[in-house]
């Protein structure tokens, strides 16, 4: 009997334990993921009406918006450009920094410093070298007797402008894991390998590179999600434009909540990532997690 | 070693370093060139934008400039209580609700647990439109606290602490029950000060983290009282401004400068600490 009481005590302080953050989570979290769900259910009253329930027809709405398609086609350009590169180059950093060279001290802060920095300070200082006429960019090319380019005022280079910029930003970040795999790695695999003449290509895709799978798949996760996230970039450099070319969904759902005022709209957009966002999240706790465990 | 009991691999060895060296310091200089010239727009004049002019005069016009045009000394007060305020209320709360997830046994643990980690994917900004109305609702638009609250359940930090907390011995929580200590005593003699790696990594990663956010407060807030130096940054640059250029260069510069200076003084706690952190 004591005992049961003891453990219901200690049932009770855990939950009072976990109190402050339920209640913070389910504020921040979950109700607004509900409501957002319940939102996208409506249509926006006229000029003051209440809110009239509609179904689906939001989505309907939005399968019809040539613009969602051009903001989701835009997404997934932008993710199958920054996310290869960025790993790559990551992983080539890792390589670069843990092979002992001189001067690793400064090349390791080298590819690291533009994680630290605000996205929105990174724009503003790209935002030079892609400006028009006056920018770094154009003046080189002008300088080499090329014509300049129009960095982000062009439809077909506006994008590949911004993940130019977002891949700056991200690899040296995703290094980091990179080489704390890599310093992981026992060197008697380097020594048998090199009893056995391997060259240091082959050793690469044989041996390291299986081997950092599990930081691969993990970065992949990063990234996938820092894709869909990070768009403060856009405020600076394009706005979403020139007409779309460059919009991403997270920003096309602050323009509608925050410029159009079309809050449901924006709540069905906002479900639409919810849905990438849980597929991303059932891959990495379906696969992922069934090698690491969580005890 | 037996790179050098075999000759050819040793010249094999000579010859490729050098083209890895130049490949890695190239790497280097162009990642690294970005914010030099940054730091070199500030401090020169207009006029050297784009003229590389190695005695070209330094002046520190474009910083007074930019801090006559912008209340930076108020975003400068917002973003460090912001940030102080955040990092502060995550470590309590993420203490508690790790300390519980770690040690008591509360009913249907592993699905609260599981509902705590979708957080990672369920972050604040994507929620942007509905967080805005519930914060607008509790009156917290304009304000710091509305700011970071969204922020202080962390999911990221509760796991990290639960994590921590479940390889501290017993024998030591057993220790101090022995000498009459009650939970929060318990927590706050022995599982705390055993976690001040994991403490300190999760600051600075959450530190970084919200001196560097910019969508959630460009949202919450609108006007200078509650403005951090991102968006102070944000508003100040926007294209239509034409602002010189220079200007903007000593801006960002006035807003990046302590976070980059912390991290180039204390690089390797940076680094060690986004590591120790990437086990999301």
Known sequence: MDRMNAHRRMQLYGALLLLPAAVLLATFAYLPTIATLINSLFLPGFRGAPTEFVGLENYRLLVEDSTFWRVAGNNLIYALGTIPTSIALALAMALFVNARLPGRGFVRMAYFTPTILPMIAAANIWMFFYAPQIGLFNKLLGALGLSGVNWLGDPGVALTSVIVMTVWKEAGFFMIFYLAALQGMPPELREAADLEGTSRWSFFWRVTFPLLMPTTLFVLINALINAVRVVDHLFILTKGGPNNATNLLLYYVYENAFSFFDRTYAATITVVILLVLAIVATVKFAILDRRTHYQ | ?280
């Not at chain 2, 914060?135 to 638009?141: E, F, H, K, P």
């Not at chain 2, 530190?207 to 949202?219: D, G, K, Q, T």
């Not at chain 2, 220079?246 to 912390?262: D, E, G, K, N, R």
């Open chain 2, 1 to 280: 070693m037996s790179q050098a009991s075999h000759p050819a691999a040793r010249r094999f060895a000579l010859r490729v370093p050098s083209l890895e060296t130049t490949a890695a310091w190239l790497l280097a200089i162009v990642w690294i060139f970005p914010l030099l010239y940054a730091v070199w727009a500030a401090f020169h004049p207009p006029a050297f934008m784009v003229r590389f002019d190695l005695f070209a005069p330094l002046t520190l016009d474009n910083f007074a400039n930019a801090w006559a045009q912008a209340p930076f000394a108020r975003y400068y007060l917002n973003t460090f209580l912001l940030v102080t305020g955040v990092v502060l209320a995550q470590f309590v709360v993420c203490t508690l609700a790790g300390f519980a997830f770690a040690r008591f046994p509360i009913p249907g643990k592993d699905v609260l647990f599981m509902l705590v980690l979708i957080q990672l994917f369920v972050f604040p900004e994507v929620l942007i439109v509905e967080n805005y109305r519930i914060a607008s609702t509790l009156g917290l638009v304009d304000t710091i606290t509305g700011i970071g609250l969204p922020y202080v359940a962390s999911a990221f930090g509760i796991f990290l602490l639960r994590q921590t907390f479940k390889t501290i011995p017993r024998e030591l929580e057993d220790a101090a029950r022995i000498e009459g200590c009650g939970w929060i005593a318990i927590l706050l003699k022995v599982y705390v000060p055993l976690a001040k790696p994991t403490y300190l990594a999760y600051g600075l990663v959450s530190i970084s983290h919200h001196w560097n956010n910019f969508l959630w407060p460009l949202v919450v807030t609108n006007s200078v009282e509650s403005r951090p130096l991102t968006v102070g940054l944000g508003v100040f640059s926007a294209p239509e401004t034409g602002v010189n250029w220079a200007t903007v260069s000593a801006a960002t510069l006035l807003s990046i400068a302590p976070l980059l200076i912390a991290f180039l003084l204390f690089q390797r706690q940076f680094v060690q600490s986004f590591l120790r952190s990437g086990i999301r």
